[in-house]
């Protein structure tokens, strides 16, 4: 149980364009998902906070009109970057928590995202 | 914010020796978290822990969380070539305990 997916698992677009990438728990519900990037061989670096029905938490430096986030129910969550750069590229992950007692407080990581913006 | 300093960034191993990371936090720590990313992979939760000074034992795997909640450390024993990947701890952020932030992580690689 407890399965993250994402999708698409890579995406390769021009500058300009947006990207939106999907965030699902399969088999549980999740009032709140997390967004978070990842450069190579580095950690991850929490971008925002979805929460299921009301707006996304957003961490300082982090554009809330670039990374639009939407959470429109309790096992879908979408993050799209709107006109894409270069330097978005990266690897994008989302992860889910378990609003059951059995996962309090574990989070369940997706796949992850590859973004190449060309 | 709150962050948790990571220690070492890289660890190479011959197979069979010990192995620990170390995290550490300026302020008490409600809770900590260990993750598990393989190469190529997404991170995989290991386990969290609560309790001032618990120790909790997966096989191999040893994790320690100081009295003052303040660091944590994760101990492999007799390292094998799938102990391989980074290995994170999390704290949780400023705002709540709602969001987590992870460590720089360590990379642990294993010579056969």
């Known amino acids: 149980g407890a399965v993250v997916s994402q999708h698409p698992s890579r995406v390769i677009c021009k500058s300009g364009t947006s990207v939106k990438i999907e965030c699902r728990s399969l088999?549980?519900?999740?009032?709140?998902m997390f967004w978070y990037r990842q450069f190579p061989k580095q950690s991850l670096m929490l971008m925002a906070t979805?929460?299921?029905?009301?707006?996304?938490?957003?961490e300082q430096g982090v554009e809330k009109d670039k990374f639009l986030i939407n959470h429109a129910s309790l096992t879908l969550s979408t993050l799209t970057v709107t006109s894409a750069h270069p330097e978005d590229s990266s690897f994008y992950i989302c992860?889910?928590?378990?609003?059951?007692?059995?996962?309090?407080?574990?989070?369940?990581f997706g796949p992850g995202t590859r973004l190449t913006v060309l | 914010g709150q962050q948790v300093m990571q220690i070492p960034q890289y660890q190479h191993v011959q197979e069979g020796e010990d192995f620990t990371t170390y995290c550490n936090s300026s302020?008490?720590?409600?809770?900590i978290q260990w993750y598990k990313q393989r190469p190529g992979g997404h991170p995989v939760f290991l386990i969290q822990?609560?309790?001032?000074?618990e120790v909790k034992k997966q096989k191999r795997l040893t994790f320690q969380f100081g009295e003052a909640k303040k660091n944590s450390s994760l101990h492999i024993t007799a390292t094998q070539t799938t102990d391989v990947g980074t290995y994170f701890c999390?704290?949780?952020?400023?705002?709540?305990?709602?969001?987590?932030?992870f460590g720089a992580g360590t990379r642990l690689t294993v010579k056969p």
């Open positions: 999390a704290g949780p952020g400023w705002r709540d305990n709602n969001d987590m932030r």
């Open positions: 992860s889910a928590r378990d609003v059951g007692l059995a996962h309090y407080n574990e989070q369940f």
């Open positions: 302020t008490t720590l409600s809770n």
């Open positions: 822990l609560v309790k001032s000074g």
């Open positions: 979805s929460n299921e029905g009301s707006k996304a938490t957003y």
């Open positions: 088999d549980f519900q999740a009032t709140t």
